[in-house]
């Protein structure tokens, strides 16, 4: 972003996010903040074709590698498929990949989405897939056609990048390649790199499968939004992009309740925030949504079995677990 003329404390403002969040390399972020990330970019810059842009300018091996992999596969078809497996351990995006005997249809859906993607995204999105062919086979590929819903706008070089007819005001964001391209060989193909890099992937991919419960994204939503007082069903439920329905049946289905969630969300911020000496046990209170210190104090030793205090003295110095 920076080198875009983009300042991070700007972009961050006027996203609504934290000041400090780009320092922070294990920060996470919720979907609608993700999109109100890139909305601001676009506000910011006003330039129609930034996306593309930055999709151009980004060396091959910049990307990370779960990106990287698709780069280096047997042929276009083989990359696609790569990346769409791959892709959730960036974002989660989920790249659709639908193949007839002419055309081969591109889809992008974000399942906690509860508002459309910013148009940049699509842009990133579409160009991205488009950027992999060209590299990976070294020839200027182009789609059959690209549809977009959003109306026309003023971006001269979608027509030019992507040299396909753009149908705009569209029922859905669509790139449609040819078949037969997705045949196409990439002469840089390295067996040996794929065969150290895959395993690696579909071992984090496994291990973010394994987390991905519906009680475990609640549960998170929930210590994000203790300082605000007790998490409403309503609350996270909204986070998550479902109804209230379906978020409860999730949550017994898996096995457990929203209470229960919500108990287990604050001992581990209660013991996360305890850990750090200086933390006044009055401001811990608060964070965890109590009332008044009293309260944290008799639910704290129903989970412990000691007081604040107590625990604070004996765990206050060990290291701290992934919470």
Not at 70 to 96: I, M, Q, V
């Amino acid at each position: 972003m920076e080198r875009i003329g983009l300042p991070p404390a700007a972009l961050l403002r006027q996203a609504r996010l934290p000041a400090a969040l780009h320092l922070d390399g294990q920060a996470v972020i919720t979907t609608a903040q993700y999109f109100a990330l890139w909305k601001a970019i676009e506000d910011l810059k006003a330039d129609g074709d930034l996306g593309i842009k930055l999709v151009e300018g980004t060396p091959t091996a910049a990307h990370p590698p779960s990106s990287l992999a698709a780069f280096y596969a047997s042929d276009y078809r083989d990359g696609l498929h790569r990346t769409a497996r791959f892709k959730r351990l960036c974002t989660p995006e989920h790249l659709h990949v639908t193949e007839d005997k002419a055309e081969c249809t591109i889809t992008i859906e974000w399942h906690h989405a509860t508002t459309p993607e910013p148009a940049i995204l699509t842009d990133i999105g579409f160009a991205s897939v488009v950027e992999l062919g060209r590299r990976g086979t070294g020839q200027h590929l182009t789609p059959q056609r690209v549809e977009l819903t959003r109306s026309r706008t003023q971006a001269p070089l979608h027509k030019a990048y992507f040299g396909c007819p753009i149908r705009y005001d569209a029922p859905r964001n669509a790139l449609v390649l040819k078949t037969a391209d997705l045949d196409r060989p990439f002469p840089g193909r390295n067996p040996e790199l794929l065969e150290l890099l895959t395993p690696a992937l579909v071992a984090a991919l496994d291990d973010l499968q394994a987390c991905d419960s519906v009680s475990e994204r609640a549960r998170i939503v929930m210590k994000r939004n203790l300082a605000s007082g007790r998490p409403e069903l309503s609350e996270v439920a909204r986070e998550l992009g479902m109804s209230e329905r379906t978020l409860q049946r999730r949550i017994t289905d898996e096995g457990t309740t929203y209470r229960d969630l919500l108990v287990a969300a604050r001992q581990e911020l209660g013991r996360q925030l305890l850990s750090d000496p200086a933390a006044p046990i009055n401001e811990v209170a608060y964070l965890l949504g109590f009332q008044d210190t009293s309260s944290f104090y008799r639910a704290f030793r129903d989970w412990e079995g000691v007081t604040p205090n107590r625990w604070r003295e004996h765990n206050a110095s060990e290291p701290l677990g992934d919470q």
